[in-house]
T-cell receptor, first 109, second 118 residues
Framework: KQEVTQIPAALSVPEGENLVLNCSFT??????LQWFRQDPGKGLTSLLL?????REQTSGRLNASLDKSSGRSTLYIAASQPGDSATYLC????????FGSGTKLNVKP | DTGVSQDPRHKITKRGQNVTFRCDPI?????LYWYRQTLGQGPEFLTY????????KSRLLSDRFSAERPKGSFSTLEIQRTEQGDSAMYLC????????????????FGPGTRLLVL
């Protein structure tokens, strides 16, 4: 059974810091891996999708990497802003999504 | 493309009552998924449909839960005799049928229905 773990569970940083969110998964048989953002009480917003054959994807200040053989992914956020405050969810895709429990990020002005 | 819609967005009910949620997928998507997300956790898979056929159910889907997709379009999720532990966000997602380019295929999520059982 696929298990997805995210570390840390919560993170509080001052504005402007670069930060790294970690995701690990137990079964490397995946189609792809996605990072989502979730604001309180809201649905999911897709941030980045990394195909199983890729090593990384970038979108603006976000960069996600994937090491499928070791079952790890990281989401790097550059120059964090208060508007980045949200919960970030990692999900591996193999016919259905398996989600981690998320990292709750608070960026202080 | 109006995206995946869910109704209602919020539901408060008393323990023991029955509730029903509706999901309207993106029109050309034949696969429809239900997930449940409790506070502080990531979404967990409940069940999915290929057209009107329910192809997989999670062990999380107890006998009190039933999902249908009678005409292969919208889907309903019913919870009978609700319990306080059923309080959660219920998310619906859809995607086209296979074959896919598995590397880039994904699911499109609705805004969710937040259920509170008192």
């Amino acid at each position: 059974k696929q298990e997805v773990t995210q570390i840390p569970a919560a993170l509080s940083v001052p504005e402007g810091e670069n930060l790294v969110l970690n995701c690990s998964f137990t079964d490397s048989a995946i189609y792809n891996l996605q990072w989502f953002r979730q604001d309180p009480g809201k649905g999911l917003t897709s941030l980045l999708l990394i195909q199983s054959s890729q090593r990384e994807q970038t979108s603006g200040r976000l960069n996600a990497s994937l090491d499928k053989s070791s079952g790890r992914s990281t989401l790097y956020i550059a120059a964090s802003q208060p508007g980045d405050s949200a919960t970030y969810l990692c999900a591996v895709n193999f016919n259905k999504f398996y989600f981690g429990s998320g990292t709750k990020l608070n960026v202080k002005p | 493309d109006t995206g995946v819609s869910q109704d209602p967005r919020h539901k408060i009910t008393k323990r023991g009552q029955n509730v029903t949620f509706r999901c309207d997928p993106i029109s050309e998507h034949n696969r429809l998924y239900w997930y449940r997300q409790t506070l502080g956790q990531g979404p967990e898979f409940l069940t999915y449909f290929q057209n009107e056929a329910q192809l997989e159910k999670s062990r999380l889907l107890s006998d009190r839960f039933s999902a249908e997709r009678p005409k292969g379009s919208f889907s309903t999720l019913e919870i009978q005799r609700t319990e306080q532990g059923d309080s959660a966000m219920y998310l619906c997602a859809s995607r086209p049928s296979p074959p896919w380019d598995r590397g880039v295929e994904t699911q499109y999520f609705g805004p969710g229905t937040r259920l509170l059982v008192l």
